[in-house]
């Protein structure tokens, strides 16, 4: 059984930085694309930034040149690291997963829990 776990969110002044992670938790298994989503209060979940397992990344144009992504395959973790944070990025952050099958043609789709993250003005 696969499970994501966060950890990394917390409350931070404006300009300030946070770097998140993700585990993929489990064995026998290999993980596709990994991305982060941001979930503002009363807002829907929005990808913010994705990676790819060769390393291809894409960003949501709020957070190009604040944001990094980056994974370490060996240990099925992928990372946000958050600068020059801004109020509007308050919310929640989910890390996503795409898992394949054993045959590979079919891909899960895995949520972590979520982490908080709050940025005072």
């Known amino acids: 059984q696969v499970q994501l776990v966060e950890s990394g969110g917390g409350l931070v002044q404006a300009g300030g930085s946070l770097r998140l992670s993700c585990a993929a938790s489990?064995?026998?298994?290999?993980?596709?694309?990994m991305a982060w989503y941001h979930q503002a209060p009363g807002k829907q979940r929005d990808l913010v930034a994705r990676i790819t397992s060769g390393g291809t990344t894409n960003y949501v144009d709020s957070v190009k040149g604040r944001f990094t992504i980056s994974r370490d395959n060996a240990k099925n973790t992928v990372y946000l690291q958050m600068n020059s944070l801004k109020p509007e990025d308050t919310g929640v952050y989910y890390c996503?997963?795409?898992?394949?099958?054993?045959?590979?043609?079919?891909?899960?789709?895995?949520w972590g829990q979520g982490t908080q993250v709050t940025v005072s003005s």
């Open positions: 996503h997963a795409k898992i394949p099958d054993t045959t590979g043609l079919y891909e899960y789709n895995y």
């Open positions: 489990g064995s026998g298994f290999r993980v596709n694309a």
